[in-house]
């Protein structure tokens, strides 16, 4: 088994992409040369293209607004972030699906990045309510949904509570553990984030980098890295409430009830690889897919081979 203590920090944090834009944008009235004069470095590869952004918007969901990222086109892909991260986590790989043909839709879970927070503490069940309220807002009736970490339990959840929304599901790192587990899960939660102190010199700042730089693994990027860091406190609530919410669902029970073609997709190195194959021996007829390498940011790390894994499926 994974140590406990390093896979309570390592479900749900996320894997926000890799920055998209490396160079420095010019100013107003700068034109591009003038950049490039100053640092050639930055411009070598010739004039910039612009990068790959989704379009930006709100639904009216159960609980107040919900943020979302659209890429536009294809077959529609809901995308639920681990947490405590935002949709963002998803930001190498809109891209990728699109060219596949895939419309990605990221959500911001509520509470988490622009996402309006529920007034209580939430649980898994409160945020699959916010996926169909997306999806009325564009126009759409059904979509595949897939989720990472703690947005596998999130989109296990939709395709519960909205079974005739769903077409087919995704669990990029299952989590069906035991009652006695998730005991052990909640109290680690109580020590490191419920009990977590904002000091006045802010080195808990510092501190969270350095816990995810050494999460990442090899080729960790300063840049990434901190806005990982920076998304953990970006939302409206705690962020302690999605590894809560994650530890007190019972992921094993609710995989037993689904009823959509799904794919359990995983890597061999997530903390929680060993739990997904347990997964797949729970739910033998589900497809199941696994990457070589990588870590819980295995979007950013892998993100062709990944999206490569993810369109196989759903065009299969």
Same mark, same amino acid.
């Given at each position: 088994m994974v140590d406990l203590a390093r896979r309570q920090l390592l479900l749900g944090t996320a894997a926000a992409g890799a920055a998209l834009l490396t160079t420095a944008m010019p100013t107003r009235g700068e034109s591009v040369k003038t950049r490039a004069e100053l640092n050639p470095h930055a411009l070598r590869a010739g004039p910039m293209e612009p990068p790959f952004v989704p379009r930006r918007g709100y639904a009216e969901g159960p609980f107040g607004q919900v943020h979302y990222r659209d890429t536009g086109s294809g077959m529609p892909l809901v995308l639920c972030h681990q947490a405590p991260q935002t949709s963002r986590q998803f930001s190498n790989i809109y891209e990728p699906l699109h060219r596949r043909g895939i419309r990605a839709i990221g959500i911001d879970t509520p509470g988490f990045g622009e996402s309006d927070p529920v007034p209580f503490v939430p649980t898994i069940e409160d945020w699959a309510g916010a996926v169909p309220a997306v999806l009325d807002h564009l126009g759409l009736t059904q979509a595949d949904v897939l989720g990472h970490h703690t947005g596998a339990m999130v989109a296990t959840e939709v395709a519960l509570q909205f079974p005739s929304r769903v077409r087919r599901l995704i669990v990029n790192g299952p989590l069906p553990v035991d009652e006695a587990q998730r005991k052990e899960f909640l109290e680690g939660v109580q020590e490191r984030e419920i009990d977590f102190v904002f000091q006045d010199d802010g080195s808990h700042l510092q501190a969270s980098f350095a816990t995810r730089y050494r999460m990442y693994g090899? /080729?960790?990027? +300063?840049?990434?890295?901190?806005?990982?860091? &920076? =998304?953990?406190?970006?939302? @409206?609530? +705690?962020?302690?409430?999605? #590894? #809560?919410?994650?530890?007190? @669902?019972?992921?094993?029970?609710?995989?037993? %009830?689904?009823? #959509? #073609?799904?794919?359990? *997709?995983?890597?061999?190195?997530? &903390?929680?690889?060993?739990?997904?194959? =347990?997964? %797949?021996? *729970? %739910?033998?007829?589900?497809?199941?897919?696994? *990457?070589?390498?990588?870590?819980?940011?295995?979007?950013?790390?892998?993100?062709?081979?990944?999206?490569?894994?993810?369109?196989?499926? *759903?065009? /299969?």
């Open positions: 090899e /080729g960790a990027d +300063p840049k990434t890295i901190t806005r990982y860091a &920076v =998304e953990k406190f970006q939302g @409206y609530a +705690p962020f302690w409430i999605g #590894h #809560h919410a994650a530890f007190i @669902y019972d992921h094993a029970a609710a995989l037993k %009830r689904v009823k #959509h #073609h799904t794919l359990i *997709l995983t890597n061999t190195g997530d &903390v929680i690889n060993e739990e997904a194959h =347990e997964a %797949r021996q *729970l %739910r033998p007829d589900f497809a199941f897919a696994e *990457l070589d390498g990588g870590g819980v940011d295995i979007v950013d790390q892998q993100p062709e081979a990944w999206a490569d894994a993810v369109a196989a499926f *759903l065009k /299969g």
